[in-house]
């Protein structure tokens, strides 16, 4: 697409992954590597084990006793929980030399830990998933294409939104009327980059879609829907909550109760604090009041 491909050109080289996500994450998906092996790869960044090893012992885990070494955390958690936190570990760090400007960062990253609880939590009620982690890191990246946006077009956000807002339209076909390509768009093309498997990309591509019939359509409706319900107020009783999943198109192709939707939204809500602090996103104001709680909302 050539909008897309000079928007990128604009932006410069897309970001790229460090190198020891990289190493750690060949590790883990070695299945003769150590967890000695995998911790030591690891340390070679302290300041990135030392954000996973605080992720891992925030309330999001839940463990009883504190981890303290990665080795330690692999043999507790498994492979799969520490590619969740070591992915999320290095996103605010990819990002941090992107001046972005006129754009609500902090409320970007409490969306996308939310959108990412949420989807993981349906996921793990779910018995037709595996992988539950996959879901987290489809939650939380699945807006990133924005960050890119932001760097080349700093009031894109502001003005794609208010219009949206304004005129009641639906904010992809804004997106794609005033900057010629949507952050979906631009999401994919980094993921792809960065050789983020297939699923995670599928449920970052489908995440504003309505129809998710196909192979994969439990998974993307899950992630889509975990990306809706981020922004909800949550309903008083089953009832309401029922008449909420109502409006979701796609909620029946998640195969998700509505005691499950507010199990979710309820952990989401409780913990999406503890993740963003343990991910080293402090510098955010996370505590300054706002008159708008959802700056950040492409629900509209």
Same mark, same amino acid.
């Given at each position: 697409?050539?909008?897309?491909?000079?928007?990128?050109?604009?932006? *410069?080289?897309?970001?790229?992954?460090?190198?020891?996500? &990289?190493?750690?994450?060949?590790?883990?998906?070695?299945?003769?590597?150590?967890?000695?092996?995998?911790?030591?790869?690891?340390?070679?960044?302290?300041?990135?084990?030392?954000? &996973?090893?605080?992720?891992?012992?925030?309330?999001?885990? *839940?463990?009883?006793?504190?981890?303290?070494?990665?080795?330690?955390?692999?043999?507790?958690? #498994?492979?799969?929980?520490?590619?969740?936190?070591?992915?999320?570990?290095?996103?605010?760090?990819?990002?941090?030399?992107?001046?972005?400007?006129?754009?609500?960062?902090?409320?970007?990253?409490?969306?996308? &830990?939310?959108?990412?609880?949420?989807?993981?939590?349906?996921?793990?009620?779910?018995?037709?998933?595996?992988?539950?982690?996959?879901?987290?890191?489809?939650?939380?990246?699945?807006?990133? #294409?924005?960050?890119?946006?932001?760097?080349?077009?700093?009031?894109?956000?502001?003005?794609?939104?208010?219009?949206?807002?304004?005129?009641?339209?639906?904010?992809?076909?804004?997106?794609?009327?005033?900057?010629?390509?949507?952050?979906?768009?631009?999401? /994919?093309?980094?993921?792809?980059?960065?050789?983020? $498997? #297939?699923? &995670?990309?599928?449920?970052?591509?489908?995440?504003?879609?309505?129809?998710?019939?196909?192979?994969?359509?439990?998974?993307?409706?899950? /992630?889509?829907?975990?990306?809706?319900?981020?922004?909800?107020?949550? $309903?008083?009783?089953?009832?309401?909550?029922?008449?909420?999943?109502?409006?979701?198109?796609?909620?029946?192709?998640?195969?998700?109760?509505?005691?499950?939707? *507010?199990?979710?939204?309820?952990?989401?809500?409780?913990?999406?604090?503890?993740?963003?602090?343990?991910? #080293?996103?402090?510098?955010?104001?996370?505590?300054?009041?706002?008159?708008?709680?959802?700056?950040?909302?492409?629900?509209?």
């Amino acid at each position: 697409m050539q909008k897309l491909d000079g928007l990128l050109k604009q932006a *410069g080289d897309l970001p790229s992954l460090p190198e020891v996500y &990289i190493r750690v994450n060949e590790l883990l998906d070695t299945e003769n590597a150590t967890a000695i092996q995998i911790g030591d790869a690891l340390q070679t960044d302290p300041a990135l084990t030392a954000r &996973i090893l605080k992720l891992i012992n925030s309330a999001y885990y *839940g463990l009883r006793n504190p981890v303290t070494s990665i080795s330690q955390a692999v043999t507790l958690l #498994g492979r799969k929980y520490l590619q969740q936190a070591l992915t999320g570990s290095v996103l605010a760090e990819v990002f941090k030399d992107f001046n972005i400007t006129e754009f609500p960062l902090r409320d970007f990253w409490q969306h996308s &830990i939310k959108t990412a609880i949420i989807a993981r939590q349906l996921a793990m009620q779910n018995a037709r998933i595996i992988d539950h982690e996959a879901f987290f890191t489809a939650g939380l990246l699945h807006d990133i #294409g924005w960050l890119v946006i932001a760097k080349v077009i700093p009031n894109a956000y502001v003005t794609v939104s208010g219009i949206a807002k304004t005129e009641g339209r639906d904010i992809i076909l804004v997106e794609t009327e005033k900057l010629g390509v949507t952050h979906i768009d631009v999401g /994919v093309a980094l993921l792809e980059k960065w050789g983020i $498997p #297939g699923l &995670i990309v599928q449920c970052v591509k489908m995440h504003h879609e309505t129809d998710h019939s196909g192979p994969r359509a439990i998974e993307t409706s899950v /992630v889509a829907m975990a990306n809706q319900l981020s922004r909800q107020s949550l $309903p008083g009783d089953e009832e309401e909550m029922l008449e909420l999943l109502s409006t979701i198109p796609y909620w029946e192709e998640s195969k998700c109760t509505a005691e499950q939707v *507010g199990i979710a939204c309820d952990l989401a809500e409780d913990q999406w604090l503890d993740v963003m602090e343990s991910l #080293g996103m402090l510098d955010l104001d996370l505590y300054e009041e706002e008159e708008d709680p959802f700056l950040f909302n492409t629900n509209l």
